[in-house]
């Protein structure tokens, strides 16, 4: 049953939950708060950011965070409306402060290797940006400038940033972490981790670099040294929309190493959290990749690191598909690299970052300072300002404003993501609560007591359905709650599957057809405006997985929608008077998510719907070559019939060696069924290594075939092992 929670049951909940005062420390519902923060923000000391014109320090970033007014590198004073809780300066690992220090005649690069800050204050003056290209590239190639990652230069600069941390430490009313950006760009694909030290005064001497490794299997072999040292550090998977693939790998990294028990192991002791949004986008789904989900289409930002030309694949890049993916593999091969909680941040180039649309003021520095050059649709780098979006917050549920609460709620995953504006969530998974309610505090008290918080593990248990209370509060200064979401993915033998249940909303609307229509959009783009009239306050209740299989290994987490408020696009045009560009919404909905909750079946309770290629081939059956599915093959339609999912594609296989889907389980294929991530209207095929390689949304799936009795039946290399599909061909 749907439960809301209008405005005035929630106005001591939300003061307790939000503002933290007054409120008894007597359950651990009432003393774990809700705290926001900034864990990716660069500064003068990072060579992009010093480039793009950024000449303020660590010390103006975190006098920022905490509320103070600076000075942005662009001449004009910004303010936050409402300081953060905690903050981490994590500039760039790779030649670390070199560029400032070349400037600065008192440095030791100056002192000591004149000819080398000579040829950096040469580069730079020559062409910032060109040179800022050279020694990115000496990076990526492998052919770097040592003296500048030497202890005097880039050791030196990683020292100075873990002082100035540990100075503006205020235990009980801000945070600071140490921390720095691990860059590893092999073949322009973004493998970047924030690396985040709980203490700065215990940091090792020097940054960890991708000119040390480009492996993150390397990253995680130095930081087991570290926490053998005492110096509790972690890692956090950078958004993953850049990566081209290769963030989230399925079989094999990008370098070849197999994905494997020791792998997920070694990831998930070092990377428990991933950052889903920050200014270059989100990295929680696509429309390719999700479908079905109406809102999937938010913040979509297509590039390639340093101007790369190409096209990104999404697959291995988005974090939906990463869980889903995740517990296909705990199902199929008994280990999950990806059971990972949901973080945010900025990766503002400026030392200050924009959080809101209606108070944005770029995030590069000089090169979007202005409305003007941030709507001039100038591409560098082909980096387009105009789709550049305000920064994410991190919200971490923590017992204090410390440094070792809130470095608890990371690692226990307590954790949840917004697109910028402060949007509290909580989320927990139980078996049968015994009573929901409509009182935030008493639902977060049944929520611990009887169930799991957000990044918690479900138990198995034998009988039940799960239930889970959701709430949300709207920012108090922002746009009022559309609906709570709750985004569930299962798996079985090696197939993943997922689905969007909007569970809470604001007013008196009813699904139809399994949707929930629009509330409706205030949105005034003439004069870029929006009025809180739809939404509510905030939304709490409670939901039932009826289609819960306890056979299938599962993960549920949160999503909360804002109503539609201006983007800042049209807020910039309207105030010169100019028109909004096309190539961005005049709108948008912010958003939070929770971190998910997980299900594993017990061994008992796993289901098997298929078997393996091992299993069908001690049968007998024989895989068929590339002479013999060519010639069964090509030019035909053929019946694919998932056996896991129990639904049948009739597939075009043209003599052109591009494949179409035609029908679906019976009936004509809808755009949306053309559209899916599993089959695309026009897909290429070929036969090749005795097997049917495919490619979809810029991966290539590889198809093995074998006969059988009589039967063809077919393996997905991307599905762990198992044959899921039978092949027949039609007349």
Known sequence: MVKRARNSGLVRTLLCGILIAGCPSVTLAETRHPYFGELHLHTNYSLDAYVFGTNVGADEALRYARGETVQHPGGFNVRLRTPLDFAAVTDHAEYTGALAMAQDPESALRQDSPMMASFVRFGTWLSAFNFYRVLAISIVQDMPFQTLQGDQVAGKAWRELTGIADAYYQ??????????EWTATPDFKNLHRIVLFKDPAHTPANAFSSIDSTEPTALWQWMDGQLAQGNEVLAITHNGNLSNGALYPRRQTASGKKVDHTYAANRMVHEPVAEITQVKGQS?????????????????????????????????????????????????????????????GSDSHSAVSAYRHDEYFGEHSLIDDTPEERLAGVKLLNLDNREISPAGLTGVWAEANDRDSLWKGIRRKETFATSGLRMPVRFFGGWQFDRTTNDFAELSSIGYEQGVPMGADLPARAGDKPTFLVWAGSDSSGP??????????????????ERVYDVVWAGDRKPISGRLPSLGNTVNPVTATYENTIGEKALLGSWTDEDFDPGADAFYYLRVLAIPTPRWTTIDAVSLGVDPP?????????????????????STDRRKLSVTVAELIDRGAQRLDSAALEERFRGRTIKVSNLVANRNFDIQLGHDGYQSIVAVDGRPASDEERRGHDMSASIKYEFSKDSVAVSIGGAEIQIAVFQHDGRYLAARSDEYGFVNYEWRVLP
């Open 171 to 180: 235990p009980g009313k801000f945070t600071t972490f140490a921390g720095w």
């Open 284 to 344: 929680e789904t696509t429309l390719g990749l999700s479908p079905g989900d109406e809102f999937a289409d938010f913040n979509t930002f297509v590039w390639l690191l340093l101007g790369a030309s190409g096209t990104p694949t999404d697959y291995g890049s988005y974090l939906r598909l990463a869980l889903r993916d995740g517990i296909a593999m705990q199902g199929a091969l008994g280990f999950n690299p990806y059971k990972v909680g949901f973080v945010s």
């Open 480 to 497: 009022d709650l559309d609906r709570i979401q709750i985004v569930k993915g299962w798996a079985q033998s090696g197939q993943s599957f």
């Open 582 to 602: 096309t190539n961005v919404p005049l709108f948008q909905q912010d958003r939070a998510w929770s971190s998910p909750i997980w299900y594993k079946p017990s």
